[in-house]
Nanobody, 120 residues
């Protein structure tokens, strides 16, 4: 079992940066694939980024590639999402997610979410 707690959301202007953090409980964190997904009002939840247990392999949605960077620190049981050059369309609730498998896009554990609002 893994519990995830996100932080770092907020209200920013277009072009600004934010760094989201997610701290996980559990000794097996370092073996889990981690990801960030988001859900805007009235829209379905969408994939943002994920990385494997070592952090070597990373994957991004086309809409954020080149602006967002996902990383992890297994010593701190933490995963991060550095978001640069934010756009109004990035406004959403961002969720941290974890999964013990190697199946990309599959996540069994979720945080409660953190709101990111980007004004134009």
């Amino acid at each position: 079992q893994v519990q995830l707690v996100e932080s770092g959301g907020g209200l920013v202007q277009a072009g600004d940066s934010l760094r989201l953090s997610c701290v996980a409980s559990g000794r097996t964190f370092r073996t889990y694939r981690m990801g960030w997904l988001r859900q805007a009002p009235g829209k379905a939840r969408e994939f943002v980024a994920e990385l494997n247990w070592s952090g070597v392999n990373t994957y991004y949605a086309d809409s954020v590639r080149g602006r967002f960077t996902i990383s992890r620190d297994n010593a701190k049981n933490a995963v991060y999402l550095q978001m640069n050059n934010l756009k109004p369309e990035d406004t959403a609730v961002y969720y941290c997610a974890a999964d013990p498998s190697n199946l990309r896009g599959k996540f069994d554990y979720w945080g409660q979410g953190t709101q990111v609002t980007v004004s134009s």
